[in-house]
């Protein structure tokens, strides 16, 4: 019977260690800001801080897909095979946690190019 009052405990204390783990950064290639020159680093990763600093907005995408398959079942005449068609349209949103991923993975490529350049690069830290 004490199984039973711990069992919620231990869900509750897994979702809320979920909802607060900290977004790791995206792998994202220094070499795109390669032909940056210093300046050019520094108010790239500043227009990236001010971004995260402002709230991170979700980027909406949508798609149609089209679908053409092969599909059998029982019918009015019994077991057949037939050619299905399905269209699919709808929006897709990436969430927060995914957008502040990409940014933040497009800040450390910022930095290891500076570094690489020799960049005196003021690096700020994020606001929790």
Same mark, same amino acid.
């Given at each position: 019977? *004490?199984?039973?009052? +711990?069992v919620p405990l231990v869900v509750v204390t897994l979702l809320l260690g979920a909802c607060a783990t900290t977004v790791k950064p995206t792998y994202v290639s220094p070499t795109q800001y390669q032909s940056l020159n210093c300046q050019q680093l520094q108010s790239e990763y500043n227009r990236i801080q001010l971004y995260i600093e402002n709230g991170v907005q979700t980027? *909406? &995408?949508t798609g149609v897909g089209l679908g053409v398959g092969l599909g @059998?079942?029982? @019918? &009015?005449g019994g077991w057949g095979f037939g050619p299905t068609v399905s269209v699919n349209m709808g929006q897709s949103s990436n969430t927060k946690n995914?957008?502040?991923? &990409?940014?933040?993975g497009q800040q450390e490529a910022i930095v290891q190019t500076a570094q690489f350049k020799n960049?005196?690069?003021?690096? +700020? *830290? *994020? +606001?929790?």
């Open positions: 019977m *004490k199984g039973l009052y +711990s980027p *909406k &995408r @059998g079942g029982w @019918g &009015r995914t957008e502040l991923s &990409r940014v933040l960049c005196p690069i003021i690096v +700020s *830290k *994020k +606001s929790s």
